[in-house]
Structure formats: structure tokens, C-alpha cells
């Protein structure tokens, strides 16, 4: 009887967990249709403030003082962030023990999209990292918070918008570390 009752739980987490990636997925797909769509409209009529800035003046840059004689050097991410813990699980009901065996299930998929992401990166497709950084995002923050969960949601946010291979390569090194601390926590 024991066995059905943690047999039930378990698929009502695994149902939660679908329907909530479902969840995630729409809203996911809906904003990049709206920013897609306003990119075109941005992109087909310029609008009075664009038109603007075509006559306005480059404004004229001081000469370097002591101060401002260094470049301006781009800010990387820290990457710095609390162990991950499953807490979110236990509030669910799980045992620490049941806890502990989906977030031991994280670490495969991890260990399967990192080898992608990278590829990806050497590619230069920061579209398909931000896609592959979703999938697993989604895994990781309904398992727990802090370490890998908190990484991939900062990571995933910046590939929404951003391109510059150095700060990716900081998520990236970032994404190798926190899996291996995750394996290290969680074996």
C-alpha cells in the first residue's frame, strides 16, 4: 500500500513537472512571437525618434584623462552562487532520499546538453544555446534553487538577447563547474 501511495506521488510530480514545462514552453513561444513581431515593425518604419537620431550630431568625445585612460572593459559574469539544494521537492512531500533521486536524474541531462551547448558555441548560435539552456532551465529550477538552477536561469536570460562569446564562454565554464559540484553533492 506503501509502495502505491509513493508510486502516486511520484507521477503526480512527474504530471506537475510536464504540464508546468508546458507551461513554460507557451509563454516561452508566445514572447518570442511578440518580439519578433515588433522587430519587424521596427525594422519596416522608422519612427520619428530613429529619424531623429540620423540628424543629430555624434557628440563630442573628451580626451582621455587619467581617469578615463582606460578602455572600457566589458562586465563578465561572476557566477557566483549558494549550493544547490532540493527543498522544493521536500515542501512537496518527497523524502529527502526521493529528493535526492530526481535531482540524481538531473545530472545526465546535464551531462547530455552541455557537449550541445558547446557545439553550439563554437558555432556562434547563441539562439540554439538559449534553446538547449531552456530545456534543461526548466528541469533544474523545479528540482531546486541556488548552484546549477540559479546559473542556468541567469544564463538562459542572457541568451535571450545577448551575444558576446566571452560573457557566454563564462556561463559556459560556469555551467561545466556547477554540474560537477552537483555530482559531487549529489553522489
Same mark, same amino acid.
Given at each position: 500500500?506503501? $509502495?502505491?501511495?509513493? =508510486?502516486?506521488?511520484?507521477?503526480? %510530480?512527474?504530471?506537475?513537472?510536464?504540464?508546468?514545462?508546458? &507551461? #513554460?514552453?507557451?509563454?516561452?513561444?508566445?514572447?518570442? &512571437?511578440?518580439?519578433?513581431?515588433?522587430?519587424?515593425?521596427?525594422?519596416?518604419?522608422? *519612427?520619428?525618434?530613429?529619424?531623429?537620431?540620423?540628424?543629430?550630431?555624434?557628440? %563630442?568625445?573628451?580626451?582621455? *584623462?587619467?581617469?578615463?585612460?582606460?578602455?572600457?572593459?566589458?562586465?563578465?559574469?561572476?557566477? #557566483?552562487?549558494?549550493?544547490?539544494?532540493?527543498?522544493?521537492?521536500?515542501?512537496?512531500?518527497?523524502? !529527502?532520499?526521493? !529528493?535526492?533521486?530526481?535531482?540524481?536524474?538531473?545530472?545526465?541531462? =546535464?551531462?547530455?546538453?552541455?557537449?550541445?551547448?558547446?557545439? !553550439?558555441?563554437?558555432?556562434?548560435?547563441?539562439?540554439?544555446?538559449?534553446?538547449?539552456?531552456?530545456?534543461?532551465?526548466?528541469?533544474?529550477?523545479?528540482?531546486?534553487?541556488?548552484? %546549477?538552477?540559479?546559473? =542556468?536561469?541567469?544564463? #538562459?536570460?542572457?541568451?535571450?538577447? $545577448?551575444?558576446?562569446?566571452?560573457?557566454?564562454?563564462?556561463?559556459?565554464?560556469?555551467?561545466?563547474?556547477? *554540474?560537477?559540484?552537483?555530482?559531487?553533492?549529489?553522489?
Amino acid at each position: 500500500m506503501l $509502495g502505491f501511495i509513493l =508510486l502516486s506521488i511520484f507521477i503526480l %510530480i512527474v504530471i506537475t513537472i510536464v504540464v508546468s514545462e508546458i &507551461r #513554460n514552453e507557451r509563454n516561452y513561444q508566445k514572447n518570442r &512571437r511578440q518580439k519578433n513581431k515588433q522587430n519587424k515593425r521596427e525594422d519596416k518604419a522608422p *519612427t520619428a525618434q530613429t529619424q531623429r537620431k540620423k540628424v543629430t550630431k555624434k557628440p %563630442i568625445q573628451k580626451k582621455p *584623462t587619467q581617469e578615463n585612460k582606460q578602455p572600457n572593459k566589458k562586465k563578465l559574469p561572476t557566477c #557566483n552562487y549558494p549550493l544547490f539544494t532540493h527543498e522544493r521537492l521536500i515542501e512537496m512531500g518527497l523524502s !529527502a532520499e526521493e !529528493a535526492k533521486e530526481f535531482v540524481q536524474e538531473l545530472i545526465p541531462q =546535464l551531462e547530455i546538453q552541455i557537449p550541445l551547448i558547446e557545439e !553550439a558555441f563554437k558555432k556562434e548560435d547563441f539562439h540554439q544555446m538559449e534553446r538547449l539552456t531552456h530545456n534543461i532551465k526548466g528541469s533544474a529550477t523545479n528540482l531546486g534553487t541556488g548552484g %546549477i538552477s540559479d546559473l =542556468l536561469v541567469e544564463c #538562459n536570460t542572457y541568451l535571450k538577447t $545577448g551575444t558576446d562569446s566571452d560573457i557566454t564562454k563564462v556561463y559556459l565554464d560556469s555551467l561545466k563547474h556547477y *554540474t560537477q559540484t552537483l555530482k559531487e553533492q549529489y553522489t
